[in-house]
């Protein structure tokens, strides 16, 4: 008789927490870990693209200059600002400049995925105030794709900023 009360109540208890889930699903909540699902960029065609770029999954990039402005590739694109995707030593994604900033509906977890063929840049999470969440440094072996989680509580932006612009670094993927 004893086991069966127990049984019954693990029982109910499990089914009253499948409908909390449901019911914080329902207005948005999630229990447990965050996956990022949603990655861009979606097109990875070599070439240039416009600056800022809204490059799929509602992600928007933007590259900078070493003066703060809109990065501009003339020499590739044409006049006006522009991001290029390049595709080279194995890796396609596109050129981060002085700085890159990824923009996207706020997560607690991202993931990105960024090359460097010289020296190591950084990579930092902001939250919705601006306020830094997470901040990891790429690690100094040049031309190997390295993989990033972040963590935070509505991280909205990611800064990918090269240890100078002419440190070649490629931002392959973020997923949020």
């Known amino acids: ?3 069966e009360l127990a049984n019954f109540v693990r029982v109910i208890w499990a089914r009253i927490v ?3 889930v ?3 699903k329902s207005v948005g909540i999630t229990i447990g870990a965050h996956n990022p699902t949603h990655c861009g960029p979606t097109n990875t065609t070599p070439g240039c693209k416009p600056n800022p770029w809204p490059c799929g999954s509602d992600i928007e990039a933007r590259v900078f200059d070493a ?3 809109l990065a501009s590739y003339e020499e590739d694109c044409g006049a006006g600002p ?3 995707v ?3 030593r194995g890796f396609i994604g596109f050129d981060a400049a002085a700085r890159a900033e990824l923009r996207f509906p706020a997560a607690p977890t991202v993931s990105i995925r960024a090359v460097h063929f010289s020296t190591p840049g950084r990579i930092e999470a902001l939250e919705s105030n601006g306020a830094v969440a997470d901040m990891k440094q790429m690690a100094p072996t040049p031309a190997v794709e390295q993989s990033f989680t972040l ?3 509505a991280i909205d932006r990611v800064v990918v900023t090269p240890a ?3 440190d070649e670094t490629r931002v392959l993927q973020l997923c949020h």
Do not use: E, K, W, Y
């Open 164 to 166: 100078s612009p002419s």
């Open 1 to 3: 008789m004893r086991g």
């Open 151 to 153: 963590n935070g509580r």
């Open 86 to 88: 390049r595709a080279d």
């Open 67 to 69: 003066t703060g402005g």
């Open 82 to 84: 522009h991001i290029v």
């Open 22 to 24: 449901v019911v914080l």
């Open 18 to 20: 499948q409908f909390v």
